[in-house]
């Protein structure tokens, strides 16, 4: 019973060719989240959606994007991905914004850049 | 920063023994929650803990929280090889919205 599903699992791209990555969810949970993990390192967030309230952190890159056209889906656009974009890309859900509430994640996309 | 840093950065014990990982963060916080990664997944929620909470119990799991020295501990006790994995905390910084994660914990379990 998958409940954050994200699309594809690994994905390659070309320098410089723009990408995107989907995330859907089961859960109708009001936030998305989406991270960027590198290896051995802290998943980082980058944006995030309150129901339709797009909140992006001040230290993303302008090279990513993010739609949110319903409740269920939420993609993640990197217009002119770069070597150091190489990463894993998690999205996760929360029922409500406030940390009180547990965040269920999906299982990762893993993007390579050549 | 207000992330958390969880020590050690790796841990290898025998299956059967108990694994602890420690955590500490640098501004209040409101809630602290652990998760734990398998190779190349996602984040799986293991337990929370409020800043008026020191300690709570989930099975095999034991967390403490000691906001006077700004940290947190947890425990894995009868550790199995399934429990090989990376384990994360995340604090909100009193933010109550946003999660920050540390670097985490490699634990491996050796059969």
């Known amino acids: 019973d998958a409940m954050v599903i994200q699309n594809p699992r690994y994905q390659v791209t070309q320098f410089g060719k723009p990408v995107t990555l989907s995330c859907s969810q089961t859960?109708?949970?009001?936030?998305m989240y989406w991270y960027q993990q590198k290896s051995s390192q802290a998943p980082k967030l980058l944006f995030h959606y309150y129901d339709k309230d797009f909140n992006n952190e001040a230290d993303t890159p302008d090279n990513f994007q993010s739609r949110r056209p319903n409740t269920s889906f939420c993609f993640l656009d990197i217009r002119s991905p770069g070597l150091g974009d190489a990463a894993m890309y998690l999205c996760?859900?929360?029922?409500?914004?406030?940390?009180?509430?547990?965040?269920?994640f999906g299982p990762g996309t893993r993007l390579t850049v050549t | 920063s207000q992330q958390g840093e969880e020590d050690p950065q790796a841990l290898s014990i025998q299956e059967g023994e108990n694994a602890t990982m420690n955590c500490s963060y640098k501004t209040s916080i409101n809630n602290l929650q652990w998760y734990r990664q398998n190779s190349g997944r996602g984040l799986v929620h293991l337990i929370l803990?409020?800043?008026?909470?020191r300690e709570k119990h989930s099975g095999r799991l034991r967390v403490t929280l000691d906001t006077s020295k700004k940290s947190s501990s947890l425990l894995i006790t009868a550790s199995r090889a399934a429990d090989t994995a990376s384990y994360f905390c995340?604090?909100?910084?009193?933010?109550?919205?946003?999660?920050?994660f540390g670097k985490g914990t490699l634990l491996t379990v050796n059969p």
């Open positions: 996760a859900t929360s029922r409500d914004r406030t940390t009180t509430y547990e965040q269920y």
């Open positions: 995340a604090t909100d910084g009193g933010s109550n919205y946003k999660l920050t």
């Open positions: 859960l109708n949970h009001n936030v």
């Open positions: 803990i409020r800043s008026n909470e």
